[in-house]
């Protein structure tokens, strides 16, 4: 197992940004810092999420996730296992690029609830309102099935099953 590392041999941005985090009243979850750490995760290619408005569904007058929310968070999980996705802990900038296979028009502000959603599920990061900065961007079509690239950027990525 890894040593843990101490906020002092971090770099001074880092250490700044740590301590300012601190001193809000409502911290983010702490994820322990072992092992190598990054600033950046690139997660391609994730498939299209569903719409916002076919992922939940109405039972007993609750609201709750339809099958198909619920197949593409299991699809995200086990993506980012098998990549060794690691934690991005801290304030984020997402960037979302979607490669679409046909030229049927789509909303892109009904993916990001269940990408984000699925996201937080495989343990990318501990929460969406660590999302500081978002931006999508539509790309041209293609002759490959469609899917969707997620960079994101923290103050740390923590990998999950490293040894180093």
Known sequence: MAARMKLKDMPAEIQAKYREERKRSKPLPKVPLRGRCYKMVWITPLPIPPSVNNCYTVANGRKIKSKAAKL??????????????????????????????????????????????????????????????????????SDAPAYIS????????????SGR
């Not at 997620?150 to 099953?161: K, S």
């Open 150 to 161: 997620v960079v994101i950027e923290g103050d740390w990525l923590v990998p999950e099953n």
């Open 72 to 141: 593409y968070q299991q699809a995200v999980c086990e993506l980012c296992v098998r990549k060794n996705i690691g934690h991005v802990v801290g304030r984020l900038s997402v960037k979302v690029s979607v490669y679409p296979s046909s030229n049927r028009r789509f909303d892109l502000g009904n993916l990001d609830k269940i990408l984000f959603d699925s996201l937080q599920a495989a343990g990318v990061f501990a929460d969406d309102s660590q999302i500081d900065h978002l931006s999508f961007h539509r790309c041209a079509i």
